[in-house]
């Protein structure tokens, strides 16, 4: 063989065996995803039915955001506002519960249609774990204050985790631009789950979209190391198409039905907002684990 092509083709499996190498660090080797969103079975509107449809095209886990369904979250209004609907895909359902399931005493209906999905009856909250991720529900309509049971099992619970990425979720948002607005009740939880360095908030409530800037335990911008928060209240309840948008919010839409989807990757992510049939708001992007 002449020396020229020798070298060409040594140049070339050169370039072959960087690739592969590549591919093993950057690949979207072995994905996991969620799709989120909550304030969802409202009888009297199609939403529910509308979200269920866009969903039962996607794989994955579904984080049911709290406010499954309206007016009380009696078990009527799951049999006839939710099975319908979201029900179908009960089985796949990380659920936590929101106020107007509460609107029932202890949530009866909530734990009573969900069993031991939704935790410990009474608690709510739970965690499970997913390929490189920690997945964990809160319950913010109980008692979440810095000496809580509740933040006490939060502190084990992140303490205990081997996994390097941390997902949290619940219903009232620590954050929010909409009519709702800031949840100050969550402010320990938050506080915790940045010291841990958790990347994700998932939370409902305010019927509509948002998404906010990687923030630190205090509330302030912190790229590198704070937790991006999304505010899903877009299942199917009525949309609140009004805002008083804060200097950390980055997206927002409040007339558009959807569920937001995460891929979750080793280290890293990406979401993206998608619209029911018909629907044109979408956000999509993609970020990395917070780190230390």
């Keep these: 063989m002449r020396k020229s092509a020798l070298v060409r083709l040594l140049f070339h499996f050169g370039f072959a065996v960087l690739g592969l190498h590549c591919l093993s660090v950057y690949g979207d080797d072995s994905p996991v995803t969620v799709i989120a969103a909550g304030d969802i079975g409202e009888c009297r509107l199609p939403g529910a039915s509308l ?52 609107g029932t005493r202890d949530a009866a209906g909530y734990f009573g249609y969900f069993g031991t999905q939704a935790g410990e009856i009474g608690k709510g909250y739970y965690s499970v774990d997913r390929p490189g991720w920690h997945i964990v529900a809160l319950n913010s309509n109980i008692d979440a204050r810095a000496d809580s049971e509740q ?57 509509d979209y948002e998404r906010l800037a990687p923030m630190d335990g205090a509330g302030q911008i912190d790229v590198p190391h704070g937790i ?16 008083m948008r804060s200097s950390i919010s980055e997206a927002w839409n409040g ?31 993609e970020g990395r684990c917070a780190t230390e």
Aim: aromatic share 12%; hydrophobic share 35%.
């Design 51 to 102: 979200t269920a449809n866009l969903i039962e095209k996607m794989e994955g886990d579904i984080l049911a955001v709290g406010d499954l369904v309206y007016p009380e979250g009696a078990p009527k209004d799951y049999i006839k506002c939710y099975e319908p609907t979201w029900g179908r895909f009960k089985a796949r359902t990380l659920p936590t519960p929101g106020n107007h399931d509460y």
């Design 151 to 207: 933040v006490a099992w939060l502190q084990h619970d992140l303490a205990t985790t081997q996994a390097s990425c941390i997902l949290a979720f619940w219903h009232h948002p620590r954050y929010s631009s909409g009519p709702h607005g800031n949840n100050n009740h969550m402010a320990a939880i938050w506080e915790i789950l940045a010291q841990h360095h958790a990347s994700i908030v998932i939370s409902g409530h305010d019927h």
């Design 228 to 243: 991006r928060s999304f505010v899903v209240g877009t299942g199917g309840a009525r949309l609140y198409n009004f805002s």
């Design 255 to 285: 007339n558009t039905w959807g569920a937001l989807k995460l891929t979750l990757f080793p280290g890293r992510y990406r979401w993206e907002f998608v619209p029911i049939e018909g629907g044109n708001y979408q956000d999509s992007g």
